[in-house]
């Protein structure tokens, strides 16, 4: 068995692309006995299951394919797609897990995230995530008609464009006090997370942390071989 772990593919209807590689990598090199853990951003933007659900029935459908195959599938809440619920999971077959998590792989434990909470130096996202991560306001929102929901979306992600355009690159990324207090709490010596954009594998004297990279060109994933240590790949879509 083997555990596969990716982040970050902002799936949008407008680069279809980007659906088809996932269909394909889901189709072509995931067998039963699998284990696929998602970090995060899947979509581009999730406003609600009624709408993402028939707007991504290629992906629904293809996620309800493999788990009815056998392949135990985990999403995490990124901060493009926290509105995933219950309908998407009995749709799909797909298991939610709250962030962070840790789970034990072949006697290592491993601590799982999306990465935005260890972003804590971008003050301005964190107030953000902590609004829209509020259950009044996200029952507010959904109560909100789906074309409503739309322009409220595009509307808070130009404004975060035009944050991020004025902030430094290095206040986007993790803060490495963050990184070695979540690991130190968990007692842990493996982190992977995504939400950077940022592929790498850190060694730090805590351990090492590894950051899953997003799909554009290309895609990156982690394979966990039962037996032996993960490798980072990347390949071309």
Known sequence: MRRLFIADLHLHPARPQHSS??????????????????????????IGD????????????????????????????????????DEFCQTTGITILPDPTLITFDDQDTLLMHGDTLCTDDTEYQTFRAMVRDPHWQNEFLSMT???RMQQAQYYRQQSKEMTAHKPNEIMDVNLEAVTYAMD??????????????????????GE?????DWGGHFDYVSWPQGESWHLIREPI
């Open 146 to 148: 789906p074309a409503v």
């Open 50 to 85: 009624d709408v993402g659900i028939v707007t991504y029935a290629d992906i629904i459908a293809c996620f309800k394919q493999l788990t009815s195959s056998g392949t135990q599938v985990f999403f995490m809440a990124g901060n493009r797609d926290f509105l995933i619920a």
């Open 185 to 206: 709490q968990h007692q842990v010596r493996l982190l992977i997370h995504g939400h950077t954009h940022r592929p790498q594998v850190h060694h730090l004297s805590s």
């Open 209 to 213: 942390r590894i950051v899953l990279g």
């Open 21 to 46: 590689a996932l269909i394909d990598f889901c189709q072509q090199r995931i067998n039963a006995d699998d284990e696929l853990y998602i970090l995060g951003d899947l979509f581009d933007a999730w």
